[in-house]
Structures are given as structure tokens and as C-alpha cells.
């Protein structure tokens, strides 16, 4: 009997996912591939599921709408990306399988700022238009969702500020990799308790 799999994004196709978003006009306020990426996560992570057609117009336009002025086979293509690493992920955390998030390196900055900021900026937005993951009381959840909410940028930490200098002086993370599978950890660890998957070892 064949395994039910899901076909992952190939490297061109996240190379097409990333400019297609890129040429949504500028005033949708598209997310970029690795802020959906946060995003597409903290929707799976949610003890509710939400239906794509309600999580879907959030990542092409800041507010939620269709956008205006688009190429209408090149949104389709878009969505449709979209949606096949929505599946791939959720196949991961199904399968107990590590997620292997999204990072974009600026080629001429390679060393500016965080490069997982992206992914906790989408990751929070999924938790502010739908609040299921939030609202979670669970001490282990709230720890994890702190450990990928540390690396939002300064200005997007509000009242969790404080708390992440806390983290950040106690625990330390030293190098991207470090950082990186710390954060995969902490996916896991909401993906036990929230959907009852247990990532392997």
C-alpha cells in the first residue's frame, strides 16, 4: 500500500511563490514568502481549523481583500502555491515530521537583523485575525508561542518586550542554527498539545 504523501515545493516553485507575491501591487500589502510561511504554521497550530477561504485573502492583501488590479491567472498560480505548502506543512506536523520553515537571506545584507523574524511576524498575524492558538491555556503553548515570538522585530513586540529581553538574557540563542531548531522545537511542542501530534526525536 503507498503512503499518502504530499509533493513538497520544489526550489523553483518557492523561488515562483516568493515572486509572485512579490508582484501583487504594492498597496495590497502582500505578505512575503517567509512572513506566509509564519502564518500558514500558526493556522495548522490552532486547535480550530480554519477554512482556506477565510485565511487565504490575508496573504495576498493587508486587508483582507481580493486585490484590485491583478493578474488573474497569475493569482490562481499564486493561491495555489500557497495552498499546496499549506498541505506540505500540515503534512509535516501530521507525520510528525520537523518543519522546514521558509528564510529568505538578503544576498547583499546576509547578516541583517533575524532572519526568522519574518516567519514570527506571519505567525503572530495568524494569531490576531483568528485567536483559537491564544486563547489556549496551557502553560507549555504559552512557553513555545513565546519562543517564536521572541525573534519579532523590535517594534512589533509591544507589551511581550519585557518578557522577550527576559527570555533572550536566560536563554540565550547564539548562531542561526541554534535559533532555527529551537523554533522548529517549539512548533512541536504546540503541535503535541494543540492537534495531539508528537514530533519524533
Not at 495590497?28 to 512572513?35: I, K, V
Not at 495576498?60 to 502555491?81: C, F, I, M, T, W
Request: with cysteine; charged share 30%; hydrophobic share 40%.
Amino acid at each position: 500500500m503507498k503512503k499518502n504523501t504530499v509533493p513538497a515545493l520544489s526550489d523553483d516553485e518557492f523561488v515562483e511563490l516568493e515572486d509572485l507575491l512579490a508582484g501583487l501591487p504594492e498597496d495590497c500589502g502582500a505578505m512575503s514568502s517567509d512572513e506566509a510561511d509564519g502564518y500558514l504554521t500558526g493556522l495548522l497550530l490552532s486547535p480550530e481549523e480554519i477554512l482556506p477561504e477565510r485565511w487565504m485573502p490575508w496573504i495576498v492583501s493587508a486587508e483582507g481583500k481580493e486585490p484590485q488590479n491583478a493578474d488573474e491567472d497569475s493569482l490562481y498560480r499564486l493561491e495555489s502555491l500557497l495552498f499546496n505548502r499549506y498541505k506540505e506543512i500540515d503534512h509535516r506536523l501530521s507525520t510528525r515530521t520537523p518543519i522546514d520553515p521558509i528564510i529568505l537571506i538578503d544576498d547583499e545584507e546576509p547578516d541583517a537583523g533575524d532572519s526568522l523574524a519574518p516567519f514570527a511576524v506571519g505567525f503572530l498575524r495568524s494569531m490576531e485575525l483568528f485567536p483559537a492558538l491564544g486563547a489556549v491555556q496551557n502553560k507549555a503553548v504559552g512557553g513555545a508561542v513565546l519562543g517564536i515570538l521572541r525573534h519579532l522585530p523590535p517594534e512589533l513586540q509591544g507589551d511581550l518586550a519585557e518578557t522577550i529581553q527576559g527570555l533572550d538574557s536566560d536563554s540565550p540563542l547564539s548562531t542561526p542554527e541554534e535559533s532555527l531548531d529551537d523554533l522548529v522545537a517549539c512548533v512541536a511542542e504546540i503541535a503535541e498539545v494543540t492537534r495531539g501530534f508528537t514530533i519524533k526525536e
